[in-house]
């Protein structure tokens, strides 16, 4: 693994709150990087900013923000004005299953800005301080559906197909500037976002779910290394396969039959 502490003294973790984010923060604090914690609740930011300055002798921020909210990037450019910012991870997001047209356009459009919009505006603020000063890294996190287009969860599938090409476009043209962009991908993974998923019952689904902490111990792994990479085997073969190996028709009518037979029908709002 490179040594994390040389892109920059601070790193911005989104979603730090729980899940995959938490685990990010952890570890990026594990390394000696100081990190800035954004999620809405700020009682959990807290307490996890004061656990990892006692455990690794970091300075943790917590920034309690809804990202959703109108200019919640110029806030939070204002909360970190005057760190040096290294590491950026767009984690934050949410998920909604279930029969699109039941589902609230409203929540589907939050999805859009949460886990789409919001990782194209954290690439182009702090993306043009990184190339500019030649030192940074941003990690975008996708999902293994990504691979294919999916029935039941339509939009959300496409927001990560999204964040994927977007990532490893960027890898691309900022790797001239010394600029490292990371895209993972996890499969199923046990967080409260999995256990509180509107609309489907994972636990419906084969498979061992991951642990968080893997996901991303896998990405810092492959930070500077790679563009994208998937965490566990079997997701990666999901991926060959939904990606190389089956037609487009048969990958989609693969996942329509395997996300329909979890959905709750509890899924949906009529706004
Ligand atoms: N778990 C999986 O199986 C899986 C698989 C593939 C990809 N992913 C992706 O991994 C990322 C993390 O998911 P997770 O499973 O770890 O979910 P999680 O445990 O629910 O964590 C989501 C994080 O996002 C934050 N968040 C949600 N809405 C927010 C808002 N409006 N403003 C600011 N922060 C907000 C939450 O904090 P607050 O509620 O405190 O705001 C929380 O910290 C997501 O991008 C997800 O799509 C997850």
Redesign the pocket.
């Known amino acids: 693994m490179k040594d994390l502490r040389a892109y920059g003294d601070h790193a911005i973790v989104?979603?730090?709150?729980?899940?995959?984010?938490?685990q990010f923060a952890r570890q990026l604090a594990a390394a000696g990087v100081n990190v800035v914690l954004?999620?809405?609740?700020k009682d959990?930011l807290e307490a996890l900013a004061a656990e990892l300055s006692a455990a690794h002798g970091v300075e943790s921020r917590a920034v309690a923000?809804?990202?959703?909210a109108d200019g919640a990037i110029d806030e939070l450019s204002r909360q970190v004005d005057g760190l040096d910012i290294g590491i950026v991870v767009a984690?934050?997001?949410?998920?909604y299953a279930g029969p699109f047209v039941e589902n609230a356009l409203s929540d589907e459009l939050d999805v859009l800005a949460?886990?789409g919009a919001l990782p194209l505006q954290l690439a182009h603020r702090f993306g043009r301080e990184f190339v500019g000063r030649r030192r940074g890294a941003l990690v975008l996190?996708?999902?293994?559906i990504a691979a294919s287009p999916v029935p039941y969860e339509a939009n959300y599938a496409a927001v990560?197909a999204y964040v994927l090409s977007l990532g490893q476009a960027l890898h691309h043209e900022w790797r001239k500037d010394d600029v490292d962009v990371l895209v993972v991908?996890?499969?199923?993974?046990q967080?409260?976002?999995?256990d509180?998923a509107v609309g489907i019952d994972f636990s419906m689904l084969a498979g061992a779910?991951m642990d968080?902490a893997r996901v991303a111990r896998t990405a810092l792994r492959n930070l500077g290394r790679r563009a994208h990479v998937i965490p566990g085997l079997s997701n990666t073969l999901a991926d060959l396969a939904g990606r190389y190996l089956l037609p487009r028709s048969a990958s989609v009518r693969m996942y329509g039959r395997i996300i329909g037979r979890a959905l709750t029908g509890t899924a949906g709002g009529a706004a």
């Open positions: 989104t979603g730090a709150s729980s899940g995959i984010g938490e954004v999620a809405r609740r959990r923000l809804d990202l959703l984690n934050a997001g949410i998920y949460l886990d996190v996708s999902s293994s990560k991908s996890p499969g199923p993974t967080t409260e976002g999995l509180n779910k968080p």
